[in-house]
């Protein structure tokens, strides 16, 4: 009963209004034909040009996420203590003392990428983060930019101009501007290497296969989910192109320049460590932490052993033992346990992508208030809180209907079934949050693919004719 409930819990049984608004939007777009208006307005813009309407759009984007920066009273840390100690790596490095651990020992607990570019901004910048903001800003503008390419690729202008819009006004995404977060710089990173997969499926050349490669192995070292992109440039070929030596081939030579990046990491934690370590040494104990008796589907658990909790792990004083001992604690249990592991993690991606509140993005953003500014009203906050959960809401909500929609057209060109390329990178992101803990905070890597995938429904609805 444990998918069931959480179904209930975190789809059916609440969010009301997101449910409404988007029954409201159906109908909209469905009256679109018959209210002249509504209709003449659709007409005017079909008639600017894409590339105007692209510039309005990344423009609008733009001014947002800068106008949110500089308003924000927050300042780092946030509500989490993941940024607290990212930023304490950062100025370990930043004055030269190395990746270090809050007792001073060399580690590789997390990706080396943010913190190190965050080091290079300290180092010129000193405590002011806003230049990393400005950063975090021009690449979720790069994001929206890329969106509408990847879906350009794939559909037509008109769903990519409307992915591009919807992202560009995505509460989450311009929240988060502010905030020290990896997937700030990984998501643009992400996405650029999966247009290029998208461009070789549908005109193949090794080039874009290597330059994917290398984009997907710098993007693993924000966040460590582009590491084995090669499955799906994999079952892509097969599916699409139906061809095992092309599949076999361009996945071996993808994976091998995405490890060509991993490698100087792994070369510094084996010097370091005695262990040759590719990006962190945290996967064991999130692996553990998700599969266990007494893990819950929101959140991490590290059971004692009163609770049955691993006696290696528990005993485990380093992160290299924690590491190796997570992960064979993890294994050992997915074999004992299948029928309730399987339970478990649908049960983490329902609560992932669910649409009730324990939203995160604002929370982070209020937490911590810079000395001589003052904290909005809670009413105020709740408002904002309010704003991001429902846009997700709505934009999740048309993004299934997309996917469906998607899923039983009877006949589609090479072009659209590159749309197979997002899918499989969605079932691949899945299958990660499946192994580890689940979290609000990791939907937000996806969010770009929800809105491509709302924004095809939206058009299938009001302009069929135009994908």
């Given at each position: 009963m444990i998918i069931w409930d959480a179904f209930l819990q975190y789809f059916v049984m609440t969010a009301e209004r997101i449910k409404i608004i988007t029954l409201i939007i159906l109908a909209l777009m469905f009256l679109l034909k018959t209210i002249p208006p509504l209709r003449q307005f659709i007409e005017t813009l079909k008639r600017i040009p894409p590339k105007i309407l692209l510039f309005v759009i990344l423009v609008?984007?733009?001014?947002?996420r800068l106008?949110?920066?500089i308003w924000s009273p927050h300042v780092a840390p946030s509500a989490g203590t993941e940024d607290m100690i990212m930023l304490q790596h950062a100025r370990d490095l930043a004055e030269g003392r190395g990746y270090r651990n809050v007792e001073g020992a060399f580690n590789a607990d997390r990706p080396v990428g943010y913190a190190l570019l965050l080091a290079f901004f300290i180092k010129l910048f000193g405590s002011n983060l806003f230049p990393m903001e400005l950063l975090h800003?021009?690449?979720?503008?790069?994001?929206?930019?890329?969106i509408y390419y990847l879906a350009r690729q794939i559909t037509s202008p008109a769903v990519g101009l409307l992915a591009a819009a919807l992202l560009a006004l995505f509460p989450t995404s311009i929240f988060a501007s502010k905030i020290i977060l990896e997937e700030n710089i990984f998501i643009p990173l992400w996405l650029a290497g999966i247009a290029l997969l998208i461009s070789d499926l549908q005109k193949p050349h090794w080039n874009k296969v290597v330059i994917a490669g290398l984009i997907f192995g710098l993007a693993a070292h924000f966040r460590t989910q582009s590491f084995a992109m090669g499955l799906v440039v994999f079952f892509s070929w097969i599916l699409i192109k139906k061809n095992l030596s092309a599949a076999i081939s361009r996945a071996v030579v993808l994976q091998l320049f995405i490890l060509i990046l991993a490698l100087p990491w792994a070369v510094r934690n084996y010097y370091r460590l005695g262990e040759p370590i590719l990006y962190t040494t945290w996967i064991g104990a999130a692996m553990y932490f998700a599969n266990n008796d007494t893990a819950d589907v929101r959140y991490p658990v590290n059971p004692t052993l009163?609770?049955?909790g691993d006696l290696e792990f528990s005993r485990a004083a380093k992160e290299l033992e924690r590491n190796r001992a997570g992960k064979k604690a993890a294994m050992k249990w997915?074999?004992?346990h299948p029928g309730v592991f399987i339970q478990k993690a649908v049960g983490r991606m329902i609560f992932m992508m669910g649409l009730n509140r324990e939203g995160w993005v604002v929370k982070d953003n209020f937490y911590n208030i810079?000395?001589?500014r003052q904290r909005p009203s809670e009413k105020f906050i709740k408002k904002l809180d309010k704003l991001d959960n429902d846009y997700y809401g709505?934009?999740?909500l048309f993004s299934v209907m997309g996917l469906i929609l998607y899923l039983f057209r009877s006949k589609i060109t090479l072009q659209q079934q590159s749309f197979w390329v997002i899918i499989f990178t969605l079932l691949y992101y899945f299958s990660i949050v499946a192994l580890t803990p689940g979290q609000r905070k990791y939907r937000f890597a996806i969010e770009p693919f929800l809105c491509l995938l709302a924004a095809h429904a939206l058009i299938l609805f009001s302009s069929p004719d135009e994908i």
């Open positions: 609008a984007a733009f001014v947002l106008g949110w920066v800003v021009v690449f979720a503008v790069a994001g929206v930019y890329l009163e609770q049955g997915i074999v004992s810079r000395t001589g709505v934009i999740f």
